[in-house]
């Protein structure tokens, strides 16, 4: 696991977003997995300047959302398919038919979530998973002991994942109580992992993550599990670890022949 501590939230979209142009600007068709929520804002930011400014083509960029609400009105703008258009298709300029988003209002879910692994498994691999996790170390919507051989399927969100999602909803009983999301195998299929956090929020679930034994309590440590796991984040987010100083010394000191492929740099 690569473990990159930045000074600020935007330069962890930053240096995520190089990652990303690097990989697109090598591969314009290549297959990226989506995070919604406020971690990834920052990339989604960057990567759009990158398109504006830079002449980024993301117009044959494959992609599948990690989640979705289940419930939800069609066309709600909460709705992790109208969040994307609203955050990531429209200003990166993706073909809308190329991304991919778990049907929550599907009459039979859990065809859905057997129709959404096979198009990622006739698309796929995914080349780059964009992720961030909850403060219950949740990736995805895979809330604690979740398998880690778990495939795309139902969930019901858990109690705190709700109270911080009511940020996004008029009151905190509107947020859906169950959810389609990626299982954490069908993530650690994916060739790249680049996890965001920012804030003190969420620098426990970064330490149990990181540092904490692998364990379903804590979802997101199946990323030890993972050949290329890349986890940029804060000094706030960076607070609870105990290898700090490593891992700022291993980031300065990595390899010429590596800076490139690895953060752009
Ligand atoms: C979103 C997702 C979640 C979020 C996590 C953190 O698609 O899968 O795992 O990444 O809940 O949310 P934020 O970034 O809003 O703190």
């Not at 939800?72 to 609203?86: F, I, M, N, T």
């Not at 691999?125 to 398998?147: K, M, R, W, Y």
Request: glycine content about 8%; aromatic content about 6%; overall charge negative.
């Amino acid at each position: 696991m690569q473990v990159v501590i930045v000074d600020t939230p935007d330069e962890v979209g930053r240096l995520a977003a190089a990652k990303i142009g690097h990989l697109v600007r090598n591969r314009p068709d290549a297959v990226l997995g989506l995070a919604t929520g406020s971690s990834p804002l920052a990339i989604y930011a960057e990567l759009t300047r990158q398109v504006e400014e830079k002449g980024l083509d993301c117009s044959q960029v494959r992609a599948f959302a990690l989640d979705e609400y289940v419930g939800l009105p069609q066309g709600h703008p909460e709705s992790y398919r109208a969040v994307l258009e609203r955050d990531v298709v429209g200003p990166l300029r993706m073909d809308p038919a190329n991304v991919h988003v778990p049907d929550g209002a599907a009459a039979d879910l859990a065809a859905a979530c057997a129709d959404y692994e096979a198009r990622i498994a006739a698309t796929g691999p995914v080349d780059l998973q964009i992720l961030g996790i909850g403060a219950n170390g949740h990736i995805g919507f895979n809330e604690p002991t979740s398998s880690f051989a778990s495939r795309t399927r139902i969930k019901t969100l858990a109690p705190k994942t709700r109270a911080d999602n009511a940020r996004f909803f008029d009151s905190p009983d509107q947020v859906p109580m169950h959810c389609l999301t990626q299982g954490l195998g069908t993530i650690l299929d994916a060739r790249t992992l680049v996890l965001v956090a920012q804030g003190e929020s969420k620098a426990d679930a970064v330490a149990r993550m990181v540092e904490g034994p692998v364990s379903s309590m804590c979802p997101g440590s199946a990323l030890q599990l993972h050949a290329d796991a890349n986890v940029i984040v804060d000094e706030a987010a960076a607070s609870r670890l105990t290898m700090d100083d490593y891992y700022r010394y291993t980031f300065a000191n990595r390899p010429e022949w590596q800076r490139f492929e690895t953060f752009g740099g």
